[in-house]
């Protein structure tokens, strides 16, 4: 709603301010299944990009591979986005998820 400002006709509009933004908060990077890329490279990327140790980049790749999704980095938006980036840069399908909880 927007209020009435002295008598020039110009209206200013009525703001409340939410501390709490809808990008703060903890997010996570989710890798998709693509008929694609081998599984071989799936797992590099994963140790080049996210430092994975060979064993941990494996599990998430398999999850990949046999659930269509795997949970590959949580944390903040900010390097959440560059995960993210850095991911699709290396022609994985990846998305971020708010994590609710």
Known sequence: MASLIGGGGSF???????????????????VLNDPVNLMSYVTMVFKKVLGMSRGDAEVH?????????????????EKAETYLYQLQEWHLTAILEKNDS
């Open 61 to 77: 790749m398999m999850e990949v591979h046999e659930l269509g999704r795997s949970v590959v980095w949580t944390g903040e938006r």
């Open 12 to 30: 200013a509009p009525e703001t409340s301010i939410d501390s709490k933004t809808e990008l703060s908060g903890v997010w996570s990077v989710i």
